[in-house]
């Protein structure tokens, strides 16, 4: 396979390279591989800190900035980032007002944060709380988890409650608030083709050109089954339908993502939207607010994924509320 790297083993130091050259308002640890804020976290402000394993960009770095994230840890390709990262990131970014940290549910991930969280509040006294984001409707368990896998939700998650952040808002409140969006949202994704690792050189698994992967995860975990290739209404009806299935979205306003895997061109993102979009409507499903692009990518992985979420004007408000990262940018 054709990649733009130098070397397999220096695709993620060479990105946070380009990371920092194309963006000086952030501040890069290239020794502990963080992304942080270019200005510390102000007193008084909860920070929020993710992270996880490359190649779901822009996911967590590009979201790290005002209204989003404070830091966000990378691991190496598809690999939980290390205690050590997660601990020395809570501990910069605390400026005494504690510390959330937003975890997507992969075993590596959800044990290596707990370590880290522990070590932190051991160590210097910082309170940290966590979310575990698992909205994926897909499988019950994976390869990569115990339960539901933490998927499309957690960039909903991280700007909702970065907004609610940026407000003041306590500790103990912004845990419950991340609770309550990880309980009213659901994803589902679908993949036409693999990714392919670096390291690996090939793709991840086989998957025949008349064929594709219902339920797929990010990682390029099987999802529910595998069938034959279908046209885009065909396949929006079945992300759409598990996910009505397993939570009621009537009855309110919704926020609605379209994501790309990576290797999808936004034509046809925005394609299958509008089938989406034709489907939720005949559901009685009010979109109130909706995000089209790629923000939780799995390389080059071609396909992609939809996230629902249940909102209220208190949710809608944080939407709106100002953003600015990387990936994500508006009302700046």
């Given amino acids: 396979m054709k990649k733009l790297i130098n070397a397999p083993e220096a695709v993620l130091a060479d990105s946070l390279v380009g990371v920092a050259a194309a ?16 200005t510390p976290t102000p007193a008084g402000k909860v920070a929020l800190i993710s992270g996880g394993g490359s ?11 005002t209204g989003m994230l404070d830091a966000a840890c990378a691991g190496e390709i598809f690999t939980s ?13 605390d400026s005494g007002a504690g510390v959330l940290h937003i975890v997507k549910n992969y075993t590596g991930d959800v044990m290596n944060f707990e370590m880290a969280a522990e070590f932190a509040e051991a160590e210097t006294g910082v309170k940290v709380a966590s979310v575990v984001v698992n909205d994926d409707v897909a499988v019950e368990d994976s390869t990569w988890t115990a339960g539901r896998r933490g998927v ?3 960039v909903l998650l991280e700007k909702i409650v970065g907004a609610a952040a940026e407000e003041g808002r306590d500790l103990d409140s912004l845990a419950a608030l991340a609770g309550r969006i990880n309980e009213s949202g659901r994803s589902m994704g679908m993949a036409l083709t693999s990714c392919t690792v670096p390291a690996a050189g090939k793709p991840t698994f086989d998957l025949p050109d008349d064929m594709m992967e219902i339920g797929v995860g990010i990682h390029g975990e099987p999802g529910r089954h595998r069938v034959p290739l279908a046209p885009a209404a065909s396949i929006a009806q079945q992300l759409v339908e598990p996910v009505l299935a397993d939570l009621d979205f009537t009855g ?7 994501n790309g895997m990576g290797g999808s061109p936004l034509i046809e993102l925005y394609l299958m939207y509008g089938e989406v979009a034709k489907l939720l409507e005949k ?6 607010r909706n995000l089209v692009g790629n923000y939780i990518t799995s390389l080059d992985m071609a396909g992609c994924s939809i996230t629902l979420l249940r909102a209220d004007d208190e949710t809608l408000k944080l939407w ?10 508006w009302g700046v």
Avoid: C, W
Wanted: aromatic residues 4%; negative net charge.
């Fill in 152 to 154: 499309g939700l957690t």
């Fill in 320 to 329: 709106d509320a100002p953003v600015n990262t990387s990936g994500l940018r």
């Fill in 81 to 93: 980032p290390t205690p050590d990262q997660i601990q020395e990131a809570t501990k910069v970014a």
């Fill in 55 to 65: 190649g779901h960009e822009p996911l967590h770095g590009g979201f790290v900035g």
């Fill in 252 to 258: 309110g306003p919704v926020i609605a993502m379209l």
């Fill in 23 to 38: 963006h000086p308002e952030l501040s890069v640890d290239h020794v502990n591989r963080i992304i942080y804020r270019g």
């Fill in 283 to 288: 559901a009685g499903v009010t979109v109130a």
